[in-house]
């Protein structure tokens, strides 16, 4: 099955600043590729995610960047404010009939004032 | 909220009783998913249904079973709970296989 790291599993970063996640997957197969915000005590909400067939997707102050290559994809956050403070997860999804996410063991991001 | 509840909320209960977590969803999709979520782990597929008592295991689906016999409804029991099953659990929609789930608002189950 697909495994999926992520680092860091903590990050603080001034407002203001950028704020970038890692993520590495194990199955080349893996063609799709969420991320996922889980507010303290809220339930995760999908933020933005990527398809294999593209290197790039933006979402105003948001980003995701994908290098199949090395089988790494990014989640980057601009000018970070008070409210991107959360838990961020990122996900893989092998295809050919496989319905499972795996996800990643999360970031705990917060945004410094 | 979003089309999908859980009950309950809230639970604590004694090592060896038996615990069914229920999931509710409006959206008429047709895969729904139980996770659970401990720190460390991130979110861990347990068991997920594609349909009407079509079910399959995930990545941690020892000690759980589940049950699905209407679109709406995806059952998780824990036919005798254990401390280590003391987690979060997440119910999951998708109306396309795992692309774009919709999670519901979580269930605290504490086993002691």
């Known amino acids: 099955g697909e495994n999926v790291e992520q680092h860091p599993s903590t990050l603080s970063v001034q407002e203001g600043d950028s704020a970038v996640i890692k993520c590495t997957y194990s199955?080349?197969?893996?063609?799709?590729f969420p991320w996922y915000k889980q507010e303290l005590g809220k339930r995760p909400q999908l933020i933005i995610d990527?398809?294999?067939?593209?290197g790039e997707k933006k979402d105003q102050r948001i980003a995701v960047t994908l290098n199949k290559t090395a089988k790494h994809f990014s989640l980057h956050i601009t000018e970070t404010q008070p409210e991107d403070s959360a838990v961020y997860f990122c996900?893989?999804?092998?295809?050919?009939?496989?319905?499972?996410?795996?996800f990643g063991t999360g970031t705990r991001l917060t945004i410094i004032p | 909220d979003a089309g999908i509840t859980q009950s309950p909320r809230h639970k604590v209960t004694e090592t060896g009783t038996p615990v069914t977590l229920r999931c509710h969803q409006t959206?008429?999709?047709?895969?729904m998913y139980w996770y659970r979520q401990d720190p460390g782990h991130g979110l861990r597929l347990i068991h997920y249904?594609?349909?009407?008592?079509?079910?399959d295991k995930g990545e941690v689906s020892d000690g759980y079973s589940v049950s699905r016999s209407k679109t709406e409804d995806f059952l998780l029991t824990l036919e005798s709970a254990t401390s280590s099953q003391t987690s979060v659990y997440f119910c999951?929609?998708?109306?396309?296989?795992?692309?774009?789930?919709?999670f519901g608002a979580g269930s605290r189950l504490t086993v002691l």
């Open positions: 999951a929609i998708s109306d396309s296989g795992a692309n774009v789930l919709t």
């Open positions: 199955d080349s197969a893996s063609n799709y």
């Open positions: 990527i398809r294999s067939n593209v």
């Open positions: 996900a893989a999804l092998l295809p050919f009939g496989n319905e499972k996410l795996t």
């Open positions: 959206e008429n999709h047709r895969y």
């Open positions: 249904s594609y349909g009407v008592k079509d079910t």
